[in-house]
């Protein structure tokens, strides 16, 4: 890294075009190879079936949705490919933060409010986000960027609808950020 000091390297970011470009290579390998597009909420799926089969066995096939999703995987819906997906994503984040220096037990948040309710707003925020990618059957990584990924009018409306909402919505959230 020749000159660089550790600080000024935990600065350092990948270029936001090359990463990108790189993320939809992932997402045409995605395709190629497992016939279908990236997406993390139906890991989250995957969990909680699991994890309803471990307290009562029977209890998944009284929810259709789940009885539904459990079925869906050979053995275990710990076994769909996305659930490994998902374990590469944090696996490798902590990897990269850690070669960067950034990785770091704090939480980040602007100095006009504090560490709790930076907490609050990411729970809140992680919440309406999972409650709505069930409603919309994925998350925007498979509704809108696999989607957009094979051409589908819905990928693109569902992108112009997240992008829409932030920008609409940011006036209201941004003194939590700046």
Do not use: D
Request: proline letters at 2%; one cysteine or more; a positive charge.
């Amino acid at each position: 890294m020749g000159n660089i000091s550790k600080t000024e390297r935990s600065k350092k970011y990948l270029n936001p075009y090359l990463g990108g470009v790189l993320l939809g290579l992932v997402l045409l390998a995605a395709n190629f190879i497992a016939g279908r597009g990236l997406g993390a909420s139906g890991a989250i799926k995957s969990v909680v079936a699991t994890s309803i089969e471990a307290v009562n066995k029977n209890a998944v096939n009284t929810m259709p949705f789940m009885a539904e999703y459990a079925q869906s995987h050979s053995g275990s819906p710990m076994r769909s490919w996305l659930v490994f997906e998902m374990l590469g994503v944090l696996v490798g984040g902590f990897i990269s933060g850690a070669i960067a220096g950034r990785l770091k037990l704090k939480v980040e948040h602007s100095p006009k409010i504090t560490s709790r309710r930076r907490l609050v707003f990411a729970l809140i925020g992680g919440t309406l986000f999972g409650f709505g990618s069930q409603l919309g059957r994925g998350c925007t990584s498979g509704a809108a960027l696999s989607g957009m990924g094979v051409l589908s009018l819905g990928g693109f409306i569902t992108m112009m609808g997240i992008f829409g909402t932030a920008y609409a919505l940011a006036y209201f959230f941004r003194k939590n950020w700046i």
